[in-house]
């Protein structure tokens, strides 16, 4: 199941990805502590865990009192028992194993050497290149024409894991994808946010921002680490039981990375609170509470990057200015739960967001006042007849939007003078869909769409 995914952009990715570093001691304690948080944050779990308990506890009871009971009657027989033993032990001589007898010994040769110090030395092995670590190498290759894509997925065993996968065009149109590799993750991915910006004083990377279940906390992998486990930066979470200052309180549902301004990345999550971080430092620097529900999806201004974007349960969509964030902003009433939203790049002034009533509304910034019942959509558009789980706009065809629902179809929509228009509509085979399609130019001559579902 694919709960989300992002792109990377070509040429971001390294050729050859680097080989993940041994773990230290205190990294392997920080892994069992992150684990420990998953599961005393699961009251279920915790539950499940001390019916086990009681299981085991009550079985080791019933084999002790078994024991007791045989003790007196298996008495005789053990007596007898210990006598073929003795008898057994004194037939072998067990006290004088250690000392062999001279000559040359079983499995060995006449030299006496049970290996070869190096495979050099060894007349068996007549290959002594490393042209396999070589292909490996060659097979890991990413060329910059190639686009690479992470999915963020959760198994039928309940693994959860980013897989990275690169997609390679072929002259029939349909990409060959194949994994390039994957990171464990403790719970279930919900969101996910590429990013480029240097972490921890180093250079601008390869990395993926994941929002996790039942997690208060913002994950950051490496995406050129092979074979990582541990993410380079995790963002709030818990320290010894308690939030750490600045954290969210509860899963993290929405990210946004503001690519003008590299080292920032806003986050929604189900504590109904906004937050605005600062990589560098890697703390929270501002929380917005203007939502009463849980905050669905954030987004940033393509044209005014300190503008951010929020959708929230209340049924309302927010407009805040980062530089001014006790303002109350701009309010819109969709009437319906929010289920994802998305600005133009074609346009400062326009955004859509998907409902959970299967409609996508569009909206004019200019429009705005300081009151929500004022705010009309500049269209509506009944887009699917279950929950609009995601909209994406082309960022190089203007005014191509795409939608993809839970009633298991994708479609294409022209909104030229706001009046959308359906000029394609599919159902692939890829069950019902999560906020997780993705519109872009993979090919100067073609179009692709990424989707995933359950």
């Excluded at 390294?14 to 993940?20: G, Q, S």
């Excluded at 490393?130 to 990413?142: A, G, K, R, V």
């Excluded at 705010?375 to 279950?386: D, E, G, I, M, N």
């Amino acid at each position: 199941m694919i709960l989300a995914f992002s792109w990377v952009p070509k040429g971001a990715a390294k050729a050859i990805p680097d080989r993940a570093e041994l773990l230290s001691k205190e990294e392997i304690e920080k892994l069992k502590e992150s684990c420990d948080q998953v599961y005393s944050e699961d009251e279920e779990d915790d539950t499940e865990d001390e019916n086990k308990n009681g299981e085991v506890a009550h079985a080791k009871a019933v084999a002790e009192a078994f024991g007791r009971s045989s003790n007196t009657k298996n008495a005789s027989s053990s007596m007898e028992v210990d006598g073929i033993y003795d008898d057994l032990m004194k037939e072998l001589d067990m006290d004088n194993y250690d000392e062999e007898d001279d000559g040359i010994e079983i499995f060995s040769f006449e030299s006496g050497g049970l290996y070869y110090a190096s495979n050099d030395m060894d007349p068996y092995l007549k290959n002594h290149d490393d042209s396999d670590e070589s292909d490996e190498d060659e097979d890991q290759t990413i060329l910059p024409t190639k686009s690479m894509i992470v999915c963020a997925k959760t198994d039928d065993e309940d693994a959860s894991y980013l897989d990275v996968c690169v997609c390679e065009e072929t002259s029939n149109g349909y990409p060959n994808i194949c994994s390039r590799g994957r990171f464990e993750l403790p719970t279930a991915p919900l969101c996910t946010a590429w990013l480029d910006c240097p972490l921890k004083g180093g250079e601008k990377g390869n990395f993926l921002a994941v929002g996790l279940y039942k997690k208060p906390m913002i994950e950051i992998w490496d995406l050129d680490v092979k074979d990582e486990v541990l993410p380079c930066v995790q963002l709030g979470g818990k320290e010894k039981g308690n939030y750490k200052e600045g954290s969210h309180t509860r899963s993290v549902l929405g990210l946004a990375w503001n690519k003008e301004f590299g080292n920032t990345l806003a986050s929604s999550s189900a504590d109904k609170k906004v937050k605005i971080w600062d990589m560098a430092t890697e703390t929270c620097m501002i929380t917005m509470e203007h939502h009463t529900k849980k905050v669905q999806a954030v987004a940033w201004n393509h044209y005014a990057p300190e503008v951010l974007l929020s959708g929230s349960f209340d049924q309302t969509v927010v407009l805040k200015d980062g530089r001014k964030p006790s303002h109350s902003g701009f309010k819109w009433s969709v009437m319906s739960k929010v289920e994802s939203l998305a600005w133009d790049p074609h346009s400062e002034h326009s955004f859509v967001v998907s409902l959970k009533n299967g409609s996508v509304k569009g909206f004019d910034v200019r429009q705005a006042s300081n009151s929500a019942s004022d705010l009309k959509p500049s269209f509506t558009l009944q887009a699917h007849h279950k929950p609009a789980t995601c909209v994406s706009y082309n960022i190089s065809a203007p005014n191509l939007l795409a939608t993809g629902s839970m009633d298991k179809t994708v479609k294409l929509w022209d909104l030229s003078d706001n009046k959308p228009s359906c000029i394609a509509s599919h159902i692939p085979n890829a069950g019902a869909y999560f906020p997780l399609i993705s519109l872009r130019i993979i090919l100067s001559y073609s179009l692709s769409v990424a989707l995933g579902g359950i």
